[in-house]
């Protein structure tokens, strides 16, 4: 069982930078595939960025390649999405999951756990 917390939204403006953290519970959390999703008002959640075990291997969705970058510190059981140059279409509720095994890509059905989000708001 993995039970993950997310934290690090806010309001920022266009141009920003802002950094979320996903903070995992559970033994597991060090063999997991982690994964950021958004979803904004209105629409369907998306993938964002993914990263494998080992941190060695990530995936972005096109909209925030060269943007965001995915790390991961599993000594302290938590991953990042570091945000940069921040636009308005960003805003959305970033949410954390898990997936106990398997490459960094973006089917949402292939992850097995799930925070509960938190916001981020790009003012323009």
């Known amino acids: 069982q993995v039970q993950l917390v997310e934290s690090g939204g806010g309001l920022v403006q266009a141009g920003d930078s802002l950094r979320l953290s996903c903070t995992a519970s559970g033994r597991t959390f060090g063999s997991c595939t982690m994964g950021w999703f958004r979803q904004a008002p209105g629409k369907e959640r998306e993938f964002v960025a993914a990263?494998?075990?080992?941190?060695?291997?990530?995936a972005y969705a096109d909209s925030v390649k060269g943007r965001c970058t995915i790390s991961r510190d599993n000594a302290k059981n938590t991953v990042y999405l570091q945000m940069n140059s921040l636009k308005a279409e960003d805003t959305a509720v970033y949410y954390c999951a898990a997936r106990l095994w398997g490459p960094p890509r973006g089917t949402m059905n292939e992850y097995n756990y799930w925070g509960q989000g938190t916001q981020v708001t790009v003012s323009s």
């Open positions: 990263i494998i075990w080992s941190g060695g291997s990530t």
